[in-house]
């Protein structure tokens, strides 16, 4: 079983950007496709951004399109979510996600990912 841990969270203004690391724990991230999710207060958790385990394949939402840029260093164990032009409607807890290791593909469904990281906060500021 992987362990995720979320970090690059933090307060930023409007028009500004910040990049988000995962990195896992136990097994490398190569193994596994990996997602980006979000969850507002009193909302449900959305898609943002997805990689396939080869990283050849990326998918985003609409809303996202243009503006992030998810990543993967598998030498670095780490999977990236590069986060430009922040809107205060971007304000929410970021969190990691994986898939289990019989997939090579993402998807956008939370219910496709078996592991979650914790989180991370990012508010953007208007």
């Known amino acids: 079983q992987v362990q995720l841990v979320e970090s690059g969270g933090g307060l930023v203004q409007a028009g500004g950007s910040l990049r988000l690391s995962c990195a896992a724990s136990?097994?490398?991230?190569?193994?596994?496709?990996m997602g980006w999710f979000r969850q507002a207060p009193g909302k449900e958790r959305e898609f943002v951004a997805a990689?396939?385990?080869?990283?050849?394949?990326?998918y985003y939402a609409d809303s996202m399109k243009g503006r992030f840029t998810i990543s993967r260093d598998n030498a670095k164990n780490t999977v990236y979510l590069q986060m430009n032009s922040l809107k205060s409607e971007d304000t929410a807890v970021y969190y990691c996600?994986?898939?289990?290791?019989?997939?090579?593909?993402?998807?956008?469904?939370?219910?496709?990912?078996?592991?979650w990281g914790q989180g991370t906060q990012v508010t953007v500021s208007s």
């Open positions: 996600a994986a898939r289990g290791t019989r997939w090579y593909s993402a998807t956008t469904s939370v219910n496709d990912y078996a592991y």
């Open positions: 136990e097994r490398t991230v190569s193994s596994y496709a």
């Open positions: 990689i396939s385990r080869s990283g050849g394949t990326t």
